[in-house]
């Protein structure tokens, strides 16, 4: 939207009288915008001084007709009208949405306000196009099809002028024009910020509409900065299976530098230079990872793919193909059928820890699950819960580590209505009440700050739950199992864990085995690639790649080895073997570096060697993400506290990137 400076309303209503009287075009008064609307406005004949009894309005049974034909958009928008409007309530305002035609079919605002709304039909029937009405917000910002402030004598209509109108047009994901959505209020209460949280409001209705319709399409979520994915301020743009382009929100055109039009006519592989179906392998993993993509202008975005599975996307975990893919965690859903005997595949040190998880599943007793990054932590926690007496109740996992310090809390304990600037309306129960009559899983317990340990102590000693911001507790009925990459007694002796937590956490102590000392990798690696290859799909392994698969030391664990394979699969394309084609070039250059160490010094996976090969992946990571640790971590498939601390145990020679 075009910025203007500050005129008085004197002068812009001589300019607008003198315009309509003998159109004398004023300079340097009011925006473009509104000079071409006035344009528009005396072209159409509207009359300037036309009084509120002559208005048109939609006669009761015409507006429940259109209320009819727009019951989805009025669904979409009312949730967020009402968010609006608890921002700008007791300020004499109303807020507006009102359809591509400029009809108001719905409106809500203060009381005070809403008696001389009603005398201008500021109301749901009432017409507010710009050829009716001359120029105002609603109108003019259908016609400018932008963001727009009509404010006081700029409305052609003298009546309109003791309004102020804040404006911004909605557009559905195909880029068609929906209608409006419109603050007004008393012009001599005109506040700053209100276009700013119009123009938010506008674009969460437009983002909502991408939640539905698209059930058997592909939805690339992305962003240049990876926190704002699952934000108002995301991108999104859809494609079909066979990578045309579908649809796209006003972040996606930004991001990519199109407009709808250039868009339309093209695929994901022009767009971002890589096949979708070598996406979606790329992205098969559970929890969906975030991918680094670039761009047609070369820019660098983040991605996570979204897709329904009669999409034809490989939904997979890293583990047994005989396993179903649990239910989406975190969210207070039950995990599915995964279960502990799932996980055996004939490594004894794993069936030993089964056998003594299972003892403990009637007892209620809480585990803390040890193991290097990519062991299958979580996935053992999501297999004790689904094979517990609790596995009809939710599974709800928090990653410590992923989340800023200063959410952490109110995402763990929630928080009431108006604890703190930007929180929904109606508070957050957070994820401990999500989990009651369920399973808790906290992951990278090791990074969960110390405050708020003293206040998870607090819970799990008295079974309640207090939100900030609130006085009411709440009782909760859950079970604990927590994870680490660390050794939490480390931890404890450098002050950075709570000792007393540790020993109401730690009743039992289940540590994970590195793949690399696994007996069963070549009996996983063929379970992952039947899962990732999915029904009616013959994928097989090569010999040369089996050698590969048990002599490697996978410092990446499963995690790994999960997605050397899913990049391979992709690269096979159909059915067939497996070789050392299909696999990428960085996993190959960090197995050479195996090769020469072995050849130097026998026994390579003896930890100094192993050492030595993680600090290398580590360096090269961050070199290839230009010094990004945060970049570095997501390639590596480690939170960036966990690569942080990595890299400060490193020797000072090593930490330096490879030029």
């Not at 409106?107 to 009603?118: K, T």
């Not at 559905?172 to 123009?199: E, F, I, K, N, W």
């Amino acid at each position: 939207m075009q910025k203007y400076p500050l005129v008085s309303n004197v002068k812009i209503n001589k300019a607008r009288s003198e315009f309509f009287r003998c159109g004398t075009l004023p300079t340097g008064v009011v925006p473009d915008a509104i000079l071409r609307s006035w344009q528009r406005s005396m072209a159409s004949g509207v009359d300037v001084e036309v009084e509120p009894n002559d208005l048109p309005v939609l006669s009761r049974c015409e507006l429940e007709g259109l209320t009819a034909q727009n019951r989805a958009f009025l669904a979409q928008s009312r949730p967020v009208m009402d968010n609006l409007y608890e921002q700008i309530k007791n300020s004499s305002s109303t807020v507006v949405l009102a359809n591509a035609t400029g009809v108001i079919l719905h409106s809500l605002g203060d009381a005070d306000f809403m008696a001389r709304a009603r005398k201008v039909t500021l109301l749901p029937g009432g017409i507010w196009s710009e050829s009716v009405r001359g120029t105002n917000a609603i109108g003019t910002a259908l016609v400018e099809q932008s963001p727009i402030v009509v404010h006081s004598v700029e409305h052609v209509a003298a009546s309109n002028s003791f309004l102020t109108c804040s404006a911004s047009p909605i557009f559905d994901p195909y880029g068609a024009l929906l209608g409006v959505l419109d603050v007004s209020g008393d012009s001599r209460a005109q506040q700053q910020h209100t276009l700013a949280l119009v123009r938010i409001s506008a674009q969460q209705i437009e983002n909502q509409m991408f939640s539905g319709g698209f059930e058997s399409s592909i939805r690339l979520h992305f962003h240049s900065r990876p926190e704002c994915i699952g934000t108002l301020y995301e991108a999104i743009a859809v494609f079909n299976r066979e990578g045309r382009f579908l649809a796209a929100n006003r972040s996606a055109l930004l991001h990519l530098g199109l407009d709808r039009y250039q868009v339309a006519s093209l695929s994901f592989a022009d767009l971002f230079g890589q096949s979708l179906d070598l996406l979606c392998a790329r992205s098969g993993a559970a929890p969906q990872p975030v991918l680094e993509l670039r761009t047609v202008s070369g820019m660098a975005v983040f991605g996570r793919v979204k897709a329904a599975l009669e999409a034809g996307v490989p939904r997979t975990v890293p583990i047994d193909a005989r396993l179903k893919a649990p239910a989406k965690v975190g969210a207070g859903r039950p995990c599915g059928n995964l279960l502990l005997e799932s996980l055996e595949l004939g490594d004894p040190v794993m069936r030993g820890l089964i056998e003594k998880a299972r003892k403990m599943l009637s007892f209620d007793i809480p585990l803390i699950i040890e193991g290097e990054s990519g062991t299958g932590k979580e996935l053992f926690a999501q297999a004790l819960h689904g094979s517990g007496p609790r596995r009809n109740g939710p599974f709800v996992a928090l990653n410590c580590a992923a989340i800023p310090e200063g959410l952490i809390e109110a995402e763990l304990f929630g928080y009431q209505e108006g604890a703190f600037t930007g929180a929904r309306r109606k508070g957050n129960v957070g994820r401990i009440r999500e989990a009651d009559g369920g399973t808790l899983f906290l992951d990278e317990i090791g990074d969960m700050p110390l405050q708020l340990q003293a206040r998870m102590l607090r819970v799990l000693q008295e079974r309640s739950v207090t939100p900030l911001g609130g006085g009411e507790t709440f009782p909760v009925n859950i079970a604990v199992v927590c994870a680490t990459n660390r050794k939490l007694r480390k931890e404890i002796a450098a002050g950075r864990f709570r000792e007393d937590l540790y020993y109401r956490l730690n009743g039992l102590l289940i540590s994970m085995p590195r793949l690399r000392d696994r007996a069963d990798r070549l009996p996983l690696a063929h379970a992952i690639v039947r899962e990732i290859a999915g029904a009616g799909r013959e994928v097989s392994l090569g010999e040369e790649l089996l050698r590969m698969v048990e002599d490697h030391p996978w410092p990446g664990n499963i995690r790994q080895l999960h997605s050397v394979l899913r990049t391979a699969v992709a690269l096979l394309g159909g059915s067939g073997e497996i070789t050392v084609e299909h696999l990428s070039e960085d996993f190959l250059e960090q197995y050479r570096e195996v090769v020469c160490l072995s050849s130097v010094a026998p026994g390579v996976a003896d930890d100094v060697n192993l050492d030595r090969l993680e600090s290398m992946a580590i360096r090269n990571a961050i070199r290839e993400c230009g010094g990004n640790l945060s970049a570095a971590a997501r390639a590596l498939g480690v939170s960036r506290t966990t690569l942080y601390r990595k890299t400060k145990e490193m020797p000072l020679s090593s930490r330096q990137t490879p030029g």
